[in-house]
């Protein structure tokens, strides 16, 4: 019986439902491993008949009963060479049919049985974009985005120089500045009602921990309202000028410079401030 060597493919990085291209044709090239392929369905059955079946449902959409189908290719045949490449096409099946959980748990199997394959770079990937797809909206929990950050970063810092790598360091930077998004939702709501530590605090982590996301200027404004609420004016005005400094254009220094002008003051930076302690640690 002639073999078929599986060329996993990574998921389409620009649009989401893109069939693994090394799967077309496969069905055809097995077709002819068996006579038992015509032969009527029995609990058990050939490996190729199985695993023909499940292309095919792949290749027909039918994602949810694919990956039932890789899942049976593994469990009636547990020893044979297409055991290892199910395990993985149904991880994938189970994206596809945005049975995430399943998913994640399929390819974690996949890793931990076969540490060593040439696919277990593309399982991780799978892993960190199930999580990445399950991300919701800033008001609601974010466990599920941190999950999607440490399994990107893992891409990332596991295999650099691989396309998966390439495509997770977008996927990074959208997260971080989605979780930095939370901490202002959070931070807006403290200051609205006068609890200005707790503000200041949200504020603080969107500065330390998300320094290159969009959020970051108007983090910086907030601090400036909130300092100057406590009648903190040296961090107020410290606060504006790091905005100042590093975006002069943006409104929200506009809005800060307005607001320091109105009580008297004008920005200033503080040497043993954190913010500017901070900034320096970055630049």
């Known amino acids: 019986m002639p073999v078929w060597k599986v060329q996993m493919v990574p998921v389409d990085i620009i649009g989401k439902r893109v069939l693994l291209t090394a799967l077309l044709g496969a069905s055809l090239l097995m077709a002819g491993c068996s006579s038992d392929d015509a032969a009527p369905e029995y609990v058990e059955q050939p490996v190729q008949v199985l695993y023909n079946k499940a292309l095919a449902d792949l290749n027909s ?56 394959n040439k696919d277990v770079p593309y399982a991780h990937y799978l892993i960190a974009i199930s999580y990445y797809e399950q991300i919701s909206g800033v008001g609601r929990d974010q466990k599920v985005t941190r999950q999607a950050l440490e399994a990107l970063q893992r891409v990332v810092r596991r295999f650099p120089n691989t396309e ?11 997260t971080r500045d989605h979780l930095a998004g939370k901490e202002m939702e959070i931070g807006r709501y403290y200051q609205k009602s006068d609890q200005y530590v707790a503000a200041i605090n949200r504020f603080r982590q969107v500065i330390e921990r ?38 002069p ?11 320091l002008d109105e009580n008297y003051l004008r920005p200033e930076i503080k040497e043993d401030s954190w913010m500017t302690k901070v900034w320096k640690s970055i630049f």
């Open 61 to 116: 959409e039918n994602y949810l009963e694919a990956a039932r189908g890789f899942d049976e290719v593994e469990r009636q045949h547990p020893y044979s060479v297409w055991s290892t490449k199910a395990q993985l096409m149904s991880a994938f099946a189970y994206y596809q049919s945005n049975k995430y959980d399943q998913a994640i748990l399929a390819a974690d199997r996949f890793i931990e049985l076969h540490p060593g």
């Open 164 to 174: 998966y790598a390439r495509d997770a360091k977008l996927k990074i930077d959208l």
């Open 210 to 247: 998300y320094q290159t996301t969009t959020h970051v200027p108007e983090a910086l404004h907030r601090l400036t309202e909130s300092y100057l609420a406590l009648g903190i004016e040296d961090e107020a005005k410290n606060a504006a000028a790091v905005l100042g400094y590093n975006f």
């Open 249 to 259: 254009g943006s409104e929200w220094y506009q809005d800060s410079y307005a607001l």
